[in-house]
Nanobody, 126 residues
Framework: QVQLVESGGGSVRPGESLILSCGAS????????IGWFRQAPGKARERVAC???????LSADSVTGRLSVSRDHARNLVHLELNNLKAQESGAYYC????????????????????WGRGTQVTVTS
């Protein structure tokens, strides 16, 4: 059974960058579709990026050009690089795995995935 763990969160100033990582405390993240979700205070959890088992990637319109998602096969990690961060992008960031094979990223809801992490906090403040 796959269990996920996020890391890399922290407090940064607007315009700075962070790299979040998603790994597996049990199992592997390799070959599975991994979605990254953000939950800002008082708001619903939303998907901000995804990488499929076929290396297809996508990102939300609000972060396109400032965010990238990639795999580190050697370390069994999926990274989410956040650049030029904005204050409204503060929140808890979660990764979730879709264990069914998929070329693209079909699942947009956090609860539709098969494994989840507990989140890592990102705070963007001046």
């Amino acid at each position: 059974q796959v269990q996920l763990v996020e890391s890399g969160g922290g407090s940064v100033r607007p315009g700075e960058s962070l790299i979040l990582s998603c790994g597996a405390s049990e199992g592997t993240v390799d070959y599975y579709t991994i979605g990254w979700f953000r939950q800002a205070p008082g708001k619903a959890r939303e998907r901000v990026a995804c990488i499929s088992g076929e290396e297809f990637t996508l990102s939300a319109d609000s972060v396109t050009g400032r965010l990238s998602v990639s795999r580190d096969h050697a370390r069994n990690l999926v990274h989410l690089e956040l650049n030029n961060l904005k204050a409204q992008e503060s929140g808890a960031y979660y990764c979730a795995a879709d264990l069914e094979p998929a070329i693209h990223c079909p699942r947009t809801d956090f609860s539709d995935h098969s494994a989840w992490g507990r989140g890592t906090q990102v705070t963007v403040t001046s």
